[in-house]
């Protein structure tokens, strides 16, 4: 009997190498549940020579924390406050460029200067609220004395009083315009003692990093809030993810995060979920997730792709296999039940989703029960043959 049996494991291996190739060690997508029979269950016997020679490993079936690895494309867009574009509030005439596209910029370096006419109209409202000013003060200065004296009645000077409240009143709103420009204290100082009288607007870098586009040239006429160049500081990205709605409930932000996707490195980048968006892309109907990367030697770049990897976790229970566990057959996913040393029972199970290394189970397996992990395409060629056997 035990030749009979042996003989059939042995035409069972050969049918399976000969008349059906192996079955390629790639798990399809889970397939719906629907229709499938659970109750289709069949037992394997084997000889103790078979179990001797195929050595099995099993392992425990175990209700686990329902977490599992997600791995999706992220696109790369620079980091919020790690870029900025350059305009001008006024429109004007560039007179010098002082940084070009690759160079390092550092954050209110000039950039460039403008040459305008509404400018210079504000410098000169500027001077000359602070000559009316400063004249108003004099004034009062001296009706201040000659009231004391009883020379001036008093609203002489209440008169000039109030003037000179106007005077400074004007210097504020010229001052603030200017501020508005930018224009840096130094410079409003500098034209009031008249070392300087060319009205030129200075154009600052509003953060430090390289200049990534550079749209003006030297006495070319700007608009007012044009873009002339942008900064770009890639010490930092954002990275954007695309989750599945099914997976997205699963996530929070702190979630850990690896970024692979860079030639000759060994290690990937280390991140987090920062944020999650609440709705979904309406062009791949996915949510998505944003991930702020440190860069490592200036990588990932704005405009690049890379893979992300996710861990996802719940604190809902769920059975979790190895993927070595699961064959199919047809569609149906199926695992090996181990009920003795040489007894396995052929049992068709529900699939919720397969990652990289497990399967979460649906139906068809219980906490405590023994499956094959190995020698599964083995058990596999013996079951369909003592089926047709049968």
């Known amino acids: 009997m035990g030749a009979r049996v042996w003989g059939g494991w042995l035409l069972a291996l050969g049918l399976a190498a000969c008349g059906e190739p192996p079955e390629p060690p790639v798990t399809p997508p889970p397939p719906s ?54 305009s001008a509030p006024i429109s004007g ?76 009143a004007a210097v504020s709103a010229a001052y603030a315009r200017l501020r508005a420009l930018n224009i840096a204290e130094a410079q409003l ?21 390289i200049i990534d586009a550079h749209d003006i040239d030297l006495g070319q006429s700007v608009e007012a809030y044009a873009p002339m160049m942008s900064i770009l500081n890639p010490a930092e990205v954002l990275v954007k993810g695309f989750v599945s709605p099914e997976d997205a409930p699963l996530l929070r932000p702190g979630d850990p995060v690896r970024v692979g996707g860079q030639p000759f490195e060994r290690e990937d980048l280390r991140a987090a979920v920062t944020t999650i968006n609440p709705a979904l892309d309406p062009a791949n109907k996915s949510v998505t997730v944003n991930i702020r990367v440190k860069t490592r ?5 704005p405009g690049q792709n890379v893979r992300l990897t996710l861990r996802i976790g719940s604190d809902a229970q769920a059975i979790r296999i190895p993927l070595s566990a699961v064959v199919y057959e047809g ?3 199926v695992v090996f039940v181990r009920k003795s040393e040489t007894t396995y029972e052929r049992r068709p199970i529900t699939v919720s989703r397969i990652t990289s290394d497990e ?9 405590g ?20 056997a049968e």
């Open 93 to 168: 005439r560039v007179v010098r460029v002082t940084a070009n596209e690759g160079e390092p910029v550092r954050r209110g370096q000039v950039l460039l200067e403008l040459e305008s006419l509404e400018f210079a109209n504000l410098a000169a409202e500027y001077l000359q609220a602070r000559a009316e000013e400063t004249y108003r003060r004099s004034q009062v200065e001296r009706l201040a004395t000659l009231v004391e004296k009883k020379i001036s009645p008093r609203a002489a000077l209440d008169k000039a009083q109030a003037d000179l409240a106007r005077a400074g």
């Open 369 to 388: 029960e023994q499956i094959a992990v190995s020698q599964v395409f083995s058990l596999k060629a013996i079951g369909r043959f003592e089926q047709y």
């Open 359 to 367: 399967v979460i189970v649906g139906e068809g397996l219980r906490e």
């Open 331 to 333: 569609e149906q996913p």
């Open 297 to 301: 030697r200036g990588w990932p770049k």
């Open 33 to 86: 549940s629907d229709g499938v029979s659970l109750t289709d269950v069949r037992v394997i016997e084997l000889t103790p020579e078979q179990a001797a020679e195929l050595r099995i490993e099993t392992d425990t079936v175990r209700l686990r924390p329902l977490s599992y690895t997600v791995a999706l494309p992220g696109e790369v867009y620079p980091a919020p406050g790690f870029f900025a574009r350059v």
């Open 189 to 209: 100082e500098a034209w009031t003692a008249g070392e300087t009288t060319r009205p030129v607007l200075p154009i600052h870098a509003p953060i430090s990093g």
